[in-house]
């Protein structure tokens, strides 16, 4: 890994995005390539999805939908074990789920005047599962169990057909999906897949979706990002990305063992160390090489690290490691340092955060009862990550008496006037005369 030395520079926002880049192919790279798909999708529907699946997935993806009968094979091929974490999983998704379900709210602003807010989940979920390089039963846990317990009427998930599996979708996959009760399951992956729930595909009984939540690659982020507004989506969960903030204090072994973890994921992820300790640094550098050359997947994980998307970073300071945080603001941020409190009150920007030597981001993967759907490429800024809120929207209600409304109705009228909107103060005013002349 590229080692780099920010002592003595400043660390605002654009000097830290320029020295520590995303990975080259990103999000606006593959925009242009992904809209003819979209578009190819829906105007010719099911025949585009299959000619799309032979021709990126070298398979014959039909039937698109799967059955009932796929989905309880799978499901009854499942080992005992397996299917135990599974249930783990998603036990302690839930209780977070639950636990963050947000309240409905009365406000009584006066005698007559009441705003309610309740919350609604959507109509209908479209659920991306990605495939490719590995295996996500977990994404399924991660997408499915928030939605249900928002109250989500309708899942749809859409999850990448396997050549390894003869152009069906990976078994453990389908049956964790039947394992949740799922139902409505496509095998169908990438841009085609995000097109295919936005616009829905007749032949197959797909019908629209009004959201769409999931991680995926560029292509699939893309195919999200160019959809947005034809349907709602979470966010642009692109190539994950991982930061570690350590002092000297920090186990090389286990730093160096989470940088790997991310980089096991693609040749686009994001690894990087930030810290104010040289002999830290030093140190992590020999454990990389040395758990990296017994990793499965070391070619992977060598690209992934060697791109410019991942380096060792040393700052003056503690101070400073938080300020590069916050300026990157990570999908992934695990806090190795002595004094976890003080670290915490300093951080502001990240995806999810990872607080302390034993809550790895594979512990957020898999089991920790957070999500591990989170925003990517500085959307921690802005964004949060999936959660039982990602499937609700807010709803206020108004209700005001006539006593109510007579409280105000010369403030709007006013108001009104001065925007140069005098009917909107007239709706209000003529309440108040068919009042008195009622009186």
Known sequence: MRMIDLRGEALDSQTV?????????????????????????KVRGEAAIIELAQRFDGVDPRPIRVSQTELDEALAGLSQGLRESIEQAILRVRKVAEANLPLDTSTELGDGAV?????????????YVPGGKAVYPSSVVMNVVPAQVAGVARLAMVTPPQSAFNGRPHPTVLATAALLGLTEVYAMGGPAAIAALAHGVPSIGLEPVVLITGPGNNFVTAAKRA???VVGI???AGATEIMVVADESANPAFVAADLISQAEHDESAAAVLVTDSESLLAAVRVALAEQQSKARHRERIEAALLGQQSALVLVDNLDDAFAVANAYATEHLELHVADIAEALAKIRNAG?????????VSLGDYMAGSNHVLPTSLQAKFGSGLGVHSFLRAQQIIRYTESGLAQIGAKIDLLATEEGL?????AVMIRASEHRHAE
């Open 115 to 127: 705003v309610d807010q309740r919350w609604l989940a959507v109509d209908s979920v479209g659920l």
């Open 352 to 360: 999810a955060i990872f607080a302390g030597e034993f809550s790895p």
């Open 234 to 236: 979470d966010s642009e």
């Open 17 to 41: 995005n320029q020295r520590l880049p995303r990975a080259l192919h990103n999000i606006d790279s593959v925009l242009d390539s992904v809209l003819p798909l979209i578009q190819d999708v």
């Open 422 to 426: 005098p009917a909107h103060g007239t």
């Open 227 to 229: 959809l947005r507004g």
